[in-house]
């Protein structure tokens, strides 16, 4: 079974927080801020909602493939920060973008959430359950980020990616992946939601924003994606000359950087926007995807890894021939 990209979107929202406004928020520098992450500025919601940036990038990503929303069948969201928790987001894409026939539902695995919702639909594909789907990354992290905590609010920024695919029958199988999670190290990443009040019981149970042990995922990210990556490509039997492009979760520069080194790839096949949008979890493989085909940089026929990684912990590789 083929698993095709016709369409890609993304949304971003119109205000830019740069490294120097940030100076003004906490004892931080520009300097030091790119010199650890790669990270100059992040777009920050200003109005815009997880709906409405999810709602914008699947329109776009529709427009890209020339499909009809009505024909939908299944629309994902992938998202840790929603506004809502009833309904999903997804449905809100649903009903805006006026697919009425499409089943849809969030999924949550943090900032593998997009590969993991890709992943869901090339399952569904080759079951034969449906055979078209809009997966949507999207967050509007800067609510759940503490403004006052230099070592996180640094890294994330806002905005939203989607991808059209269908199934194809037709063509030679196209798409392999290893997706894993990791449950025991999950505390090293966090973010609480609400607490428990009721009648009988009232009790604070965490902190409302992102939290991290920042070094710990750093290792995490550099020597658990390398190594998936190594299985991947080792299952699917793709040797990393075949490999066009690595489109990497965009964390941090200097992960990336590690990445390439334990791959022994050239850093030039790692596409990056982490400079100019910084950490937006699930949108970040969508928008990178979006924004390297809309510059040239990735074409049709080229083979991609695409690798995630985020709170859980999860992670996980795809390779795809486009
Ligand atoms: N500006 C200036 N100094 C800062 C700072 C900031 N924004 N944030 C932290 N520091 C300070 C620390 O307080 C520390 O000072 P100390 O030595 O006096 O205690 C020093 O810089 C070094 O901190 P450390 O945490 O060791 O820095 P680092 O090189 O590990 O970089 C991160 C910190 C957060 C940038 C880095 O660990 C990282 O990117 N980790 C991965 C996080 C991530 O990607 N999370 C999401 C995964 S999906």
Same mark, same amino acid.
């Given at each position: 079974?083929?698993?095709?990209?016709?369409? *890609?979107?993304?949304?971003?929202?119109?205000?830019?927080?740069? =490294?120097?406004?940030?100076? +003004?928020?906490?004892?931080?520098?520009?300097?030091?801020?790119?010199? &650890? *992450?790669?990270?100059?500025?992040? #777009?920050?919601?200003?109005?815009?909602?997880?709906?409405?940036?999810?709602?914008?990038?699947?329109?776009?990503?529709?427009?890209?493939?020339?499909?009809?929303?009505?024909?939908?069948?299944?629309?994902?969201?992938?998202?840790?920060?929603?506004?809502?928790?009833?309904?999903?987001?997804?449905?809100?894409?649903?009903?805006?973008?006026?697919?009425?026939? $499409?089943?849809?539902?969030?999924? =949550? $695995?943090?900032?593998?959430?997009?590969?993991?919702?890709?992943?869901?639909?090339?399952?569904? %594909?080759?079951?034969?359950?449906?055979? =078209?789907?809009?997966?949507?990354?999207?967050?509007?992290?800067?609510?759940?980020?503490?403004? *006052?905590? &230099?070592? *996180?609010?640094?890294?994330?920024?806002?905005?939203?990616? $989607?991808?059209?695919?269908?199934? =194809?029958?037709?063509?030679?199988?196209?798409?392999? %992946?290893?997706?894993?999670?990791?449950?025991?190290?999950?505390?090293?990443?966090?973010?609480?939601?609400?607490?428990?009040?009721?009648?009988? #019981?009232?009790?604070?149970?965490?902190?409302?924003?992102?939290?991290?042990?920042? &070094?710990?995922?750093?290792?995490?990210?550099?020597?658990?994606?390398?190594?998936?990556?190594?299985?991947?490509?080792?299952?699917?039997?793709?040797?990393?000359?075949?490999?066009?492009?690595?489109?990497?979760?965009?964390?941090?520069?200097?992960?990336?950087?590690?990445?390439?080194? &334990?791959?022994?790839?050239?850093?030039?096949?790692?596409?990056?926007?982490?400079?100019?949008?910084?950490?937006? +979890?699930?949108?970040?493989?969508?928008?990178?995807?979006?924004?390297?085909?809309?510059?040239?940089?990735?074409?049709?026929?080229?083979?991609?890894?695409? +690798?995630?990684?985020?709170?859980?912990?999860?992670?996980?590789? +795809?390779?795809?021939?486009?």
């Amino acid at each position: 079974m083929n698993l095709q990209i016709l369409g *890609t979107g993304s949304a971003l929202p119109k205000e830019v927080l740069t =490294n120097k406004q940030l100076e +003004s928020i906490v004892e931080t520098t520009d300097e030091w801020v790119k010199e &650890r *992450t790669g990270i100059a500025q992040r #777009h920050v919601s200003t109005g815009e909602t997880v709906a409405s940036l999810a709602t914008d990038a699947a329109k776009k990503a529709l427009d890209a493939a020339g499909k009809s929303a009505e024909d939908v069948e299944l629309i994902i969201v992938a998202t840790c920060s929603p506004e809502l928790a009833l309904p999903c987001v997804a449905c809100q894409v649903q009903a805006e973008i006026g697919a009425s026939k $499409a089943v849809a539902f969030d999924l =949550n $695995a943090a900032c593998s959430g997009f590969l993991f919702a890709l992943n869901t639909a090339y399952s569904y %594909f080759s079951s034969g359950l449906y055979k =078209n789907a809009v997966i949507i990354g999207a967050e509007v992290l800067s609510k759940i980020i503490d403004w *006052t905590d &230099r070592g *996180t609010c640094i890294l994330f920024g806002d905005g939203a990616g $989607a991808v059209y695919v269908e199934a =194809n029958n037709e063509l030679p199988d196209n798409y392999k %992946f290893v997706q894993y999670a990791n449950g025991s190290k999950g505390m090293v990443l966090t973010c609480g939601l609400r607490d428990l009040d009721n009648p009988l #019981h009232k009790e604070e149970l965490m902190k409302k924003y992102v939290w991290m042990d920042g &070094r710990e995922i750093f290792q995490f990210a550099v020597r658990q994606v390398s190594a998936c990556i190594e299985e991947l490509l080792e299952k699917a039997n793709v040797a990393k000359e075949n490999i066009d492009y690595y489109v990497l979760h965009q964390a941090n520069a200097r992960i990336i950087e590690g990445i390439s080194k &334990r791959l022994k790839e050239d850093l030039s096949k790692f596409p990056t926007n982490v400079e100019h949008v910084g950490n937006m +979890s699930s949108a970040a493989i969508p928008v990178l995807l979006d924004e390297s085909i809309k510059n040239g940089t990735v074409k049709k026929g080229q083979t991609l890894v695409l +690798s995630g990684f985020g709170a859980g912990l999860t992670y996980g590789a +795809s390779v795809i021939t486009l």
